[in-house]
Each structure stands twice: as C-alpha cells, then as structure tokens.
C-alpha cells in the first residue's frame, strides 16, 4: 500500500496525511515534524498546512504516494426559522436560564436546537420520535461528517428541550450516542511553556499566560477571576462556579503572586482581576491572540491551543509526583478518571524511567 496525501483546500489549516500500517519509517518521520498529530477518528496524521511541509511530506514518501483532493463535506445547512420554532427556542432558553445553565452553555444549546427545528419546525415537536431524531442524525453524520463532539452536544440541546420544557419521559430522548474516543491531550514540554508564558512584553499578558498554566485554569475560569480570589497568604486561588457550577482551590505559586503584585501596581484594576480596556472582564478572544502570538514568534508547537497549558500543567504535577487526588481536586475533576488521562501524557524515556534490563545489569549479580 501507498501513502496518501492530502491536498489541503483553500484556507485549511493543516495537512493530512494517510499512512498504511506497514510504512514503520513513514510514520516515525511524521511524527517527528513540528506540529504533526495524529487524528484517531479519521485515522490520518496531519501536519501545519504550508507549502514547505506539503513538499517535505511528498519527499518523506520518496516516489511511493499520490496526491488526492481533500474532501470538502458539505455544510450542517442554516435554515431561516418560522414562528413556532423560534418559540421552541425561546422556550428552551428560558427553561435553561431558569436552571441556572452558564451563558456560553446556554449559547451552544440553542445553536445545536436550531439545526434540529430547521428540520423538523413544520412538525409538531411532540409527535418527533426516537426514530426520527436518530434518522436526524445519521444524516448529520453521513452528509456533513460532523465531530463527535458536535453530535453529543446536538443530542444534548435535544434532551434539553424535550426533558425541561415539555417535561417528556427519560426513555424519549434515550438517543444513541458515539463511542467515545480516548485520545491523549496535547502537552507542551517545560521548555515551550516556559518560551511562551515569557514572551509577551507587556506585563498584563505575561500575567495572564502564567496565570493560567500555574494554576491549571480552563480560560473561562481564568476571565472570572476576581482580586478577592488571589489568597496570597495561604498560597491558593479560589475558583468560584468552574465548569458544572462547582467552587474549588487551586494552587498559587509564589512566582506568580510576585508577578500579580507587580501587573496590580500597575494596572490597579477593581474589580475583575482581568480587566479589559474600558472596564469589565478580559475577552477570551484577546486570550487567545496573546498565546497565538507567543506561539508563533517563539516557534512553538502550532498545533497548541490556551487549553494546552491547563493540559501541560496536569502532565508536569503529575512529572513533580503531585498526588493525583490533589491533582483532581486542583483542576475541579469529578472522577480521578478524568484526572488519569495525563498519566498517559508524562514524557517516556531513559531518563525518566529506568528499564528493568538496566536495573538487573546494574545490580552485578546477573550477567549476560
């Protein structure tokens, strides 16, 4: 078998590429480019679309791959909603404002409800059964090859509205759901954190990079951070309504309670302790465009988002032997389940664990 490449279509932003089982070397030559990753659900590696790695990919594959037309699946159709349906959401949105749901949550139950009413608004919403959402969805999946995230998320707006508005039995919206991947996260090394929460010159965004890889903060966290939350005496940052409107603690290190004194010196803010230009909290699109910059200017991983460093400082406590409850408890995990995903994320070589063939050569009592 062949290696297949992919060509990328206007404005994509990474490479893919097929690699057969058999091509060993392909793979580990892939591997080993900046950025390349690996996607378990397409079973395709990827690399950053430019035109230097397209060429690099094609000399790697030597005179034994083709090029072919990355597939370009067509779009989750946008259908302008009639009456009834924009009533359907409303209803859901009150319904879930009245549960308390966060803001940015409540925002994606109605964009994925309305993908549902575009199909099914000339009915009535109570005679729509399992099997027709689930028909729903295969479509969604078939035509427009939608992520498995994106598929939870649309069953999830479903059963929101069938469950708390029009108050329907469990069994109704009991909908089959995707086997869920177990990937592995993305994780910086030491040395690219420490390139890139340094880098900005001004002292508001170093604050905020620090802020948020010392702490193991999600960026909605971090953006809800009030000065009352720094508890620099007792060495913690205190989280108020974290993702599952949970309270918790996290560490605070004593590097970043000097750099925090020094950014409040001189930003004084008052209330949040993030605060935008004129007043209120920071946005979380400025966040991402002072990590983007860092990234790119110290030649970082491209593939690393603001998430990475919350994922980065998981798989480094847990590198420093941070006990793994403490580990949950910082970062506001429910199950140590979740928390022992980063076991599978620690570095592995030589140095940090020692092969038992070494251990019996060493210990001068059994020689080959």
């Not at 994606?108 to 309305?114: P, V």
């Not at 408890?329 to 664990?353: A, D, Q, R």
């Amino acid at each position: 078998m062949q290696a297949s490449i992919y060509q990328p279509i206007k404005g994509a932003k990474r490479i893919k590429i097929f690699i057969p089982y058999s091509l060993h070397a392909l793979r580990e030559a892939v591997k080993k480019m900046n950025g390349s990753f690996w996607h378990p659900n397409q079973k395709l590696w990827s690399v950053v679309n430019t035109a230097q790695n397209f060429e690099h990919l094609k000399k790697l594959c030597g005179s034994d791959y083709k090029v072919v037309k990355d597939i370009k699946f067509a779009p989750v159709p946008k259908v302008p909603l009639n009456a009834n349906a924009m009533e359907a959401l409303y209803n859901l949105e009150k319904a879930l404002v009245l549960k308390q749901y966060s803001v940015s949550s409540i925002r994606i139950y109605k964009k994925m409800f309305a993908v549902f009413l575009s199909k099914f608004m000339q009915r009535d919403l109570k005679q729509v059964n399992k099997e027709d959402i689930e028909g729903f969805v295969y479509e969604l999946i078939k035509k427009s090859k939608v992520s498995e995230c994106y598929q939870n998320q649309i069953i999830n707006a479903i059963k929101a509205y069938y469950e708390h508005v029009l108050k329907m039995p469990r069994e109704y919206y009991d909908i089959q759901r995707p086997k869920k991947a177990r990937s592995i996260p993305n994780v910086l090394s030491k040395i690219e954190v420490l390139k890139i929460i340094q880098h900005p010159k001004n002292i508001k965004h170093r604050a905020i990079l620090n802020t948020i890889y010392g702490s193991g903060l999600r960026i909605s966290e971090l953006i809800n951070l009030r000065i009352s939350d720094v508890n620099s005496n007792d060495g913690y940052l205190f989280i108020k309504d974290s993702k599952g409107k949970k309270d918790r603690k996290t560490i605070l290190s004593e590097h970043l309670v000097i750099l925090l004194r020094a950014y409040y010196k001189q930003y004084k803010p008052s209330y949040w302790l993030f605060e935008g230009q004129s007043g209120g909290q920071y946005s979380t699109t400025s966040i991402r465009a002072i990590f983007r910059k860092s990234v790119k200017e110290t030649n970082s991983n491209p593939w690393a988002t603001v998430h990475t460093l919350r994922h980065s400082f998981a798989t480094h406590c847990i590198e420093n032997n941070v006990n793994i409850r403490h580990l949950q408890n910082m970062l506001g995990h429910n199950s140590p389940k979740t928390t022992e995903i980063y076991t599978k994320t620690i570095e592995i070589n030589n140095k940090t664990v020692i092969s038992p063939l070494d251990s019996l050569l060493k210990s001068n009592t059994l020689h080959l």
